[in-house]
């Protein structure tokens, strides 16, 4: 089988390179040459922003990954080695509408964890469904953990995980956990790697304006094959965005597949109510609930209170990926919508710490996100409208930069760990391009939301004028943006 994946693999990069360079064959002599205008579209001059950014990031996500993070992990280990009591740990599991396979493995790898934590540990089973009780039940009278560890289970009713989480938690405060403790929020389809706690508890007693930290994450994608090297490519940016946003101790999500929190921070009213109710006051849609995007509440709610935010490249987890579509644009589309929705809702506040509080490098990052789903269309805009007027060896041109480009950038991809494939280099382009399309549209419509395992629709008690305004004035906008941008376009050309 292994066999099979490197001969599939091989003959991928294979025909991509061919296909390069036919493409480069096929150019004519003028495309290269200096004084020739296509020569600077080829080279791709409007998208040197964009690269140059992309290059920091990468930059300092390897002078964290081999300096700064090894020296900060020898540190925690040092400490810890001086014997003090290991740290009390809560692992709190939110599952509902999971595949019960899915929902075994999860928690046979946080029952394994906690027995394997040498201090005292709690699992919280936070779940709907008898059948997930009994589940949880059976396994824990199966592995029969000693005294150290203990179950609590948490009955709640199906109304969204932001309840499952809030419900968890008061559980938790209830539960009087000693000033040490410690929180792991894992997701229903999250499956623990041997020894996540040992690498990531160490670092809140030598880290102390560390409030949470998130970890690196693999995936077993149950769909098709473009699905599976999708979710990998993604996972593969996202391990390299966050060691770089770790180096200014301000990783931008605390993903809610697993994330851990100190316990004095998710017993907080405050935090619990951010959790459970955060909501946005926009200046044309009003003010509505958030649905999902809770690993982004959380993380606001603890950078506007002070704390750190961090990430451990070394601790993993496997997410079992079940995509809401067969088809993998649908599917792809409706996963954009709802991880950028969340995204672009917190960003419209987050922005407004300021970089006194935030950091300069995590503000301008935070900026560049609303500006990115415009520039991104710049280079593929400018390409198309330009061969309507000087022919197609501009946008040859184009297609040669483009094929050339993100073979770097999936090389870079390989120095994350993650494994890469013959079709990173489309997929980079097609996130680029329908991800900056799907931006668009959610930057003009943030009160649109769902929940792509649950059907959970937000309602709103909106008054009939106010009802047509947003019906109307999202589209609107959307596509007075969108003639700017097009004349910008033109006048380049």
């Not at 946008?395 to 094929?403: K, N």
Request: with cysteine; glycine share 6%; hydrophobic share 45%.
């Amino acid at each position: 089988m292994v066999m099979i994946r490197a001969l599939v693999s091989a003959s991928g990069w294979l025909i991509y390179l061919g296909a390069l360079g036919a493409i480069a064959l096929l150019l004519p002599e003028t495309a290269f040459d200096p004084e020739h205008a296509t020569y600077w579209v080829a080279l791709g001059t409007i998208g040197l922003w964009r690269y140059s950014l992309g290059a920091v990031h990468f930059v300092r996500a390897m002078i964290f990954l081999h300096r700064r993070y090894p020296k900060l992990k020898r540190d925690a280990l040092a400490e810890q080695a001086k014997g003090a009591p290991p740290a009390p740990v809560y692992l709190m599991v939110t599952s509902f509408r999971i595949d019960s396979s899915t929902s075994a493995a999860v928690y046979r790898s946080v029952i394994q964890e906690a027995m394997a934590w040498k201090g005292p540990a709690t699992v919280v089973a936070s779940i709907v469904e008898m059948a997930d009780e009994q589940l949880v039940k059976m396994l824990w009278e199966r592995y029969a953990p000693p005294e150290h560890v203990r179950l609590l289970i948490v009955r709640i009713p199906g109304t969204g995980k932001r309840d499952a989480l809030a419900q968890g938690f008061r559980a938790i405060s209830r539960d009087l956990p000693a000033p040490d403790a410690l929180v792991a929020v894992v997701d229903g389809d999250t499956v623990l790697q041997h020894g996540v706690l040992d690498r990531t508890v160490p670092f809140f007693r030598t880290r102390t304006r560390m409030g949470a930290l998130t970890t690196n994450e693999f995936c077993e994608v149950r769909g098709g094959y473009l699905m599976r090297e999708w979710h990998r490519m993604r996972f593969a940016q996202r391990h390299l965005n966050m060691c770089s946003m770790a180096l200014s101790h301000r990783v931008l999500t605390l993903t809610g597949r697993m994330s851990m929190f100190r316990a004095c921070i998710v017993t907080d009213p405050e935090f619990i109510e951010d959790v459970e109710n955060d909501h946005l006051d926009h200046w044309r849609l009003g003010t509505f609930k958030f649905l999902t995007g809770d690993d982004k509440s959380s993380w606001y709610s603890l950078v506007r209170m002070g704390w750190d935010t961090w990430y451990v490249p070394d601790a993993s987890i496997t997410t079992v990926e079940h995509p809401p579509d067969k088809s993998f644009v649908r599917a792809s589309r409706k996963l954009m919508f709802r991880w950028y929705g969340n995204s672009l809702r917190q960003n419209q506040r987050a922005t407004k710490l300021g970089w006194k509080v935030l950091g300069p490098f995590v503000w301008y990052v935070l900026i560049d996100q609303r500006i990115s789903m415009w520039t991104s269309l710049l280079g593929i805009s400018v390409a198309l409208w330009g061969t309507l007027i000087y022919g197609p060896e501009l946008l040859m041109g184009y297609l040669l930069w483009i094929g050339f480009s993100r073979l770097v950038l999936t090389i870079l991809l390989a120095f994350s760990g993650h494994p890469v494939g013959p079709t990173f280099p489309l997929l980079l382009y097609y996130n680029q391009v329908v991800g900056s399309l799907m931006k668009i549209k959610v930057s003009f419509h943030l009160d649109q939301q769902s929940w792509t395992r649950q059907d959970t629709k937000l309602t709103r008690d909106l008054d009939a004028w106010q009802a047509r305004f947003n019906r109307w004035s999202s589209p609107a906008l959307m596509a007075a943006s969108a003639s700017l941008f097009a004349a910008v376009v033109v006048s380049l050309i």
